[in-house]
Structure formats: C-alpha cells, structure tokens
C-alpha cells in the first residue's frame, strides 16, 4: 500500500522542490569550468567530491570519479525522470550513461552476447589533467643520529629505509626488506620538495636507501582511467579493477534505461551485467598453497616463505598484466636450489586428494615440487614430483596425485626419478642405437631406438653408480623383442626377453627368469657387472621408465610443508599462477555471496578476492535477473536465500558481539588464503583487520538494509528479509533518540553512536523504509511494525530538511552548494554519490505516495453459496469518485483445491459490469491472488511457504480480469468448485476536493 501524503511531514510539493533543486545545481556545475567547481564534466563524467578532498594520505586524486558516483548518479537521475518526467533528467542520464560506455567500460561495445569480463572500472580523472605517480627504490641518504633531510623534486610519500646491503623481496613501494630494514618514527614533509626522515633508533649514523615516490610520471588526462595501487599509475593493457558492488547499481541503471528509451542495446547490456553478477559473486579454491596476492600488495604474506642457496639470488616481482607470481633465477656455475613454498599447512593427503599446479616458463626445465611431513627437513619424509615444464612461456596445469610424489632412494636408474639417465650405446660400425630422454604426460622417459644388421649388436648399457641385487622392478614399454641382460660378477651375460606391451609394463625381476648365454646353471651371488638391453631384431624400440623399486606417498599421509624449487644452472624465468590442494573444500555461502574485489587482467580474474561484507551485498538481484540453472546445481531462490540469509547471519553477528539486536557486523571471513590473512579465524564475523578499513562507517548498515527491503518489496511474503528490516528499523528508532543524531558509526562491541551528520545515510534510510511499508502496511500482523516505519520516514525526511541549502533568488551567490543538503557548507564538502542516493531515495518516495484519493475504510467479503460451483457476494460501495474514474480497486483471493478454470462476474441492476478468468488449476495449498490496484496490478500464484508464480499470461485476454468495484449495490459471482474458497478486499475512496 502507498504512503498517504497526509502522513508525511514534508509535502510532495516540496519534495519535488528539492529534487528540482538539485537538478539546477548539477546543472549550474555541469561542465569542465576551472577544473575545481565541478560536479558532472563535459564528458559527462561525475566527480567524487565537489570540494578538494586529498593529502598525503589522500588514497586517488582530488580531481578523480568512481563507478559508485557514476552509476548511482546514472541511476538517480533516471529515477528523478520516472518521477517527475522532468526531460532535463532523461538528458542527463542519457550524458552520464554514454560517458560510463565510453570511459568506466574503456570503450568496449555492449556485447552482443553476455560477456563476464564487460564490467566497469573503479576509477578515473574528471576535472583536470594531473600527474601519475612514480617510485624509486635505491635513493642513498646520509642518516645522522637517526634523522635526514631529503631533498627530492615534487616528493609525495616517504615508504621505507633500509641498509644499503638490503634488498626488496619484490617490487614495490610496499615490498617486504630482505635484510636490515629500519623503522620510521616520524616523516615531516616541509614542502613539496623536502621531507625530514627520523628513524626510531636515533643512534643510526650511517648512508642508508631510502625508498620513496614522487608525483612525476606520465600524465592521466581528463576522462581516462588509473588505478590508485600501489601508486597512482596508469592502467596496463586488459586491466580493469571492478567494484563489485558497482554491478548491481549498472543492473539498475540499464534496466532504468530500457524502460525510459526502449533502445534494445540496453537490453544486452542487462544480459551481460546479468552473467558478469554469477561470476563475479563466485569464489572457490578455498585453500591455496601459493598464489599471487591482490595486485601489487605482499607476494610473501600469508605463510609463503622463500630460501636460496644459489649464488646468484633469485628474485621476485608480480607481474602487472597476468598478476601471477615472477621468478627470475639468474644463471649460476655450481650447484644451488631456490625454494618459493608454504609452511605449517598441516593437511592430509587421502586417496581423492591431488596437488593442482598452473606454471610456466621460458625455458625448458624440471622443477621439483616436494611436500615434508615434518616442518623441519628430514630425507625420510620428503616426497618429491618433478613437474617438467615446456619452455613455451605459456602456464601448465599438473594435476599431481599420491602416486606421483615418490622417494628416490630406492630408484637405481631414471630420468624422472634421478634428474639424468646416462647410458652407453653400444653397436658394431652398420648398427646404431639412439636416445633420448622425453617427457611422457608429467613424467621423464629414455626413448631408445636400435636398429641392426644380420649378425651386428645395438645394445644400450645402463650408467648406474650403483647397480640393484634381485628382485628389483624395471617400468616399460616396447614394440619388439628385447633382451633385458645382466652381466653377473664375473662378467658373464644372462638374458630375458621382455614382454613386447604397448602399454607401460611394470615388471619385477627375479634370477629364476634369467637365462645363462654361457650355459651356466646358476645366478652366482655378488654385485652385478652391468645392466643392458639389447635388440633381438632388425629394429626395436623401448621407453624405460625406471629400474629399481619405486616408493610412493601412502595414503592419508599427513604433511606440513610445500615447496617449488629449481636447482638448474640456467638462466630462466618462471611463472606462478596457482599451486592448491583439490578438491576443494566446500565453503559457506559459496556462490553468489559477493567477496571484496573483483580486478581483472585480459579476462582472467586476480585470484585474490578477500572476505565478504554485509554492506557490498545486493541479495535483491537474484529475483531481478534473468532465471538460471547452474552448473553446480542452484537457480536464482537458491542464490536469494544464501544472500539473505548471509544477511540474517550478519545480525546475529552483530548481536553476539554488542548485544544489540539489529545491526549487521561487517565482514565475514571465509575459509581461505585470501580471507584468514588478516588474522580472524576462520568462517568468522568481524571488524579490524580487513582490506576496507572503514568498517564502523554507517554505509555499509544502511546499504545492508537497503538491499534487504528490496527484497521484500519484490517478494512481501519474504519473512525472513522482513524479519531482517524490521528488527534493524526497531534498532535504529532505539538509538536515534533525538531529531538530528542520526546513528553514522557502528563500532565493534557496542552500540552505535553518532560522531558527524551524513544526509546520504538518511536516504538509504529512508528507501528501505519506503520499500518494506508499501509492502507490509495492508497486512494487519504488521500494525506496530507500520507505526515505526511512518515515524522514520518522517524523521530522515525531516533530517534532510534541516540540511537542505535553498537556492537563493539570486542561484548560487549565497553559497555554491545550493539546493543540496550539505553537512558542512561552510567547508564546501559535497559527494557525487551522496546527492546521487538523495535524488534517488526521494523519487522513490513521490512514485509511492498515494494520489489525492484518500482511504477511509477497507471491507473484506466472503462468498456465500447459491447453487452448484457458484457462490455469490452482495455488497455496498460507498465510494465518491465525481466521474473521474469508474470503480474502486480491489484484491480478490481463491484459496484450496480448483481444478477447472476461476472465473468471476461483478453484476449491478441486474447486468454484468465485468468478468475475469484465468486458464489455470490451483493444487489444495496454494491461492490465486489478483490485484487491480493501480500502483501495485498482479496476478499471482502462491504456494504455501509463501513463494509465488506471476500467472498475468494465463487470463483470458477477451475479458476484464483486473476488476474493479463500482459504486453502489453490487453483487459478485464466482465460479470455482465447492474445495475452494473465495474472498475479496476492496477499497472505499472519497475525492478530496
């Protein structure tokens, strides 16, 4: 039901007034101006603050914009129109949104067919061209007693000093120091030229570097994108860095367009939006062995150790177009191994388990990637894979099994299992012989190849440091005959021929099978001279896998340490992308809860995506995009229930940690590498530590909330979203206990507070509490519930009266922030977003206030039996409509088992006004629900746990079927059958005039 205008503190009148306003205001700041006093440019590109909003620790530029501020001012303003059809508003929308394609999209046409890497970016230059950011690494400062004064052009931002023998373990501003490294206490930063630098430790004297940045790189013109990571940089090529709650607002957005313009490029873009939202909202390997890290931040964070012994050191850096993990081993003369792995991973290895791994490399080389049962090395407990890569440059993926990780020990000869296969071919002047090691799957195999003539030999002798005593295995394959021989300790030849197989034979050999050439009848004891194969034809091939006996991981082996290593003399140049046990462990709320970023590189996704928070997630867009079915078996109920009720965990959350019934606690830490860094356990709520600091920030409650109620505006029988809103709503009316202290900040174990005024909460507010009243109010279970509504809505209404700036009669010339609803207009301080959310809150608010018809009384009727499969209704209307329409609305219900088709006449003095049918049968649980009420006309079936199918394409289309009332004595007749009940709710109107 809508809100009566008469329950409002504030006119429809003037809130119409202030959506005017602000429209006169953007208008007035539209355009590129001075490069300052800007709101949307001339691109159509809107600005974050309208006021100069940095510093030193300012994290982007003052001049920048967001995909928040574009999107939500895109999506306010197309509201503004659909509430007003003001075409000023529909003009503007249509600049903002070609300015989103053309810049937050980079120029990427709206695919024709859904595309999940069509997303926008975050961030880019609105007002006025400005300097990207550059960092130098080794700057060399005299240090005395702990202090130095640097001296350097257009310096911003001192990160770190260390010895001059140190080095960074990857590049970074941020990296970690490998060797000695000193704290800073203090920077002072004198001018734009000059910092003073002083060190905890004031008793250093001593040059040490100095790493630092400095506002000199390449220009970031108007209206082209940057990121602000680790630096302010331009973007590499294929990157873009999506907001992931920005995908929900451009749903909005491209809907909202659709629906305004009818141009069918906004229905594609919808489609894309819609399947970028499923992937995006998708996470999995829940635990990673090593993996990149959030681009640009820490590569040796969370357990990743690294270790060399070469004498050439090997070094790391993440690379900026694929994200994965770089490893440069220069060239070395001697031996030397170069570990990268992972410690104290503590984990089992059962019969399903594998090792998934996606590297590669440069060159053509074997790495060894081993796991240890113990943290502390000990050769009886390693087991060993070699993982052979192809040198294309291009990642492998090796999926390594309990039977690939072996012990050598027991292994006499091998490529794969000893990292050489020396050997002899031996042949007489017109034979040959020849080999060569290949790589077969993941594994290293001799090829030999032999030919002979008649009476000739080709033979291939075996280099074993050490040669085995019988039994012992030998793993082969091999098209012809071949004798395996074995020259005993006195030199003497014993033969046995292989069996020819296709497929690798394992077999083991004992003396019994051997066969004297001598005639000798028995094996003499001792070590054996030598071990070779030799062809019994024309031409023969065999691949050798190993001789000896070969041990491998048993199951359910538990182990605690991983570690990649390559110990090559060469050159050569590696990259990692994932090492990862599988398969992976199931985690909570998995998919299509949103994680914390969404960055991507040429199509791939950064596998670094952070925990989940309750204020990023918009559980609304599982009911408004198109149906799906997907692979791991959910549809869009499925992914609405996991949200909402990821939600509802959040309040409970929230609840455990202050007690207050209510609020949601912000962020949830999964399961996962990229989640437990910051120092939670595991599949837990929390606050600090997390990648968005700013967790007590009011906006995340009220765009939590605001989401929630969207979903029970979509669904009013959703009781668990409405439980959710309501218990929030009574949370909020408890702590807003006086007219303007609205609560902005939630903090960890206890209740909120208000520290600063924010206008833009109060309209977040303010939405949800529109959406949940006109979804509940008619239902009289919810009488209290409506009371606590009506009475916030008039307070965030009257909130933003009491900061709302009038324009003057002179615009502007009072103050530049006229006809917005400033906090603090005498700093200047505006956002994009926040006016962008006002707008959008209040013309949702004028699209559900009731018009001047006002209600004075409801009557509900019940039918009662005439004859048959009929039952009838008498009734009187009372209601006054002085010709400006014919008959009230009304809301008719059908209840229990109906098997043939409902229909219904309204008769008055004896003639049928109208009839309704609908072509379908109800099952004894469920009720057909049709509505004619103007704003809010349905035809809907609905099951017992309150679901709903909307039946509107199944009415007979010859007849009226949303009827209404018409004044006077009326009678109603419905045909259903005698299982089934029937009902009807109409209003009673007066014309106020």
Known sequence: MKIQASDLTISPEKITSWISQYDIFLANFTGDGDGQNVMINSQGLTVNSFHTETGRGGYFSTTSGTSEGQTLTLRGSLLAYKATQDESWLTRSLLLADAMLTVLYQGRSIPNEPDVTWVPHWLFNTKKDFKAQEYFTNYKAPFKNGKATLKINDLFKVFSVRATNATLVWDSPFSVINGKGYQIATIEYVDDNTATVTLSDNTVTADLLVVYGTNTGPIIKKGENYDAYPIWRKLQEGETVCAIDSLAWVLDCFKLLYDATSDEKWARALNSTSEALRHAFHIDNSIVYITPPRLGYDIFENGIYRYSTRENIETYTQNKKTGFIDIHYPAITKFGDGQIGKGSVNANFGSDDYIHAKIGSDQKIVMNLSIDEENVYDPDKRWVVPIHLDGSGKVQTFDLKKEDFFKSASIFWGPNYRGHAEGTMIHDEKSSVTSETIVDGNTAIQHVKMAKVTGGWAQFLFGLGQTPTFPFDLRYKTNNDIDFVVRDVNDKPWRFRLPKS???????????????????????????????VDSATSSSEIDIDYIGTLVTLPDNTNYSTITLSYSGLDEVNVS?????????????????????DYHLLEGNVNTWRGPAYSGYQTPYVWQEIPDFNDEFGN??????????????????AYRASTGIIGGFAPVYFWNRWDSIQYEHEPDTWGWLPAPDPNVNWGGFQYRAIDSVARVVRNNPDSLQAISIAVNFFKFIDNYWDEEFNMPTVFDEGEAPKNTYDD????????????NVYVSVSSKSEYVNETSVILKLINKTLNYLDHFHIEISDVPFSQNKLEGTFSTEPSKGQWYGFWGAEIISALSELLLNI???????????????????????????NNSQYFNTQKGSPCVITISGLNKSNPEWDIIQNGKIISSARFNLSLASN????????????????YNE?????????????????????????????????HTAKFSMEFKEERLLV
Do not use: C, W
């Open 502 to 532: 296709n497929q690798y034979n394992l077999i083991t050999l004992e003396q019994n099978l051997f066969t004297s050439d001598d005639g000798l009848n028995t094996f003499p004891t001792g070590q054996f001279s030598s071990l070779l």
């Open 576 to 596: 990692i992308e994932l090492i990862a046990p599988m398969p992976t462990i199931p985690l909570a709320y998995v998919p299509y809860v949103a994680p914390f």
């Open 926 to 941: 469920q009720r057909l629900v049709v509505s004619s009420l103007p704003e809010d006309q349905y035809a809907r079936v």
């Open 635 to 652: 549809n869009n109920e499925d992914a609405l229930n996991t949200n909402v009720r990821f939600m509802s965990d959040a309040q409970a």
């Open 759 to 770: 206008t833009h909460m109060a309209s977040l507010l303010m939405r949800a509490l529109i």
């Open 945 to 977: 746990d309150g679901t709903y199918s909307d039946v509107s394409q199944l009415q007979d289309f010859n007849k009226a079927n949303f009827t209404k009332i018409p004044e006077g004595n009326v009678t109603v007749i419905a045909h259903i059958e």
């Open 850 to 876: 009731r018009s001047e018809q006002t209600i004075t009384t409801r009557y509900v009727y019940f039918e009662s039996r005439i004859s048959g499969n009929s039952r009838a209704l008498t009734l009187v």
